[in-house]
């Protein structure tokens, strides 16, 4: 992972961690439940917006660099994780 991505994926985790520690408040105070599930639906979002980041950055280095290598091995074992990976996320 570029240094760059790392960063920005740790930030974004971070503000998520804090989301989820207001979600555990919201709870603890018995707050009402959409406004509960609203901010489910927001952590939901912001990891889904890590994935992305992450997944971008696997395919622009990892990826791209197992495509121009000589190795097929290395290849089809790149293009089955991403098979994978888009498989489970369909899934979801």
Do not use: F
Request: aromatic share 2%.
């Amino acid at each position: 992972m570029k240094p760059e991505t790392r960063k920005a994926a740790r930030a974004r985790l971070a503000r998520i961690e804090g989301q989820v520690r207001g979600l555990i408040r919201m709870i603890d105070d018995d707050r009402y439940c959409i406004d509960v599930i609203t901010q489910t639906q927001a952590v939901r979002a912001a990891l889904a917006r890590v994935e992305s980041l992450v997944l971008k950055d696997h395919v622009a280095n990892c990826v791209a660099d197992a495509v121009a290598s000589n190795d097929e091995d290395e290849r089809r074992t790149k293009i089955d994780e991403l098979i994978t990976v888009m498989d489970q996320a369909v899934r979801r």
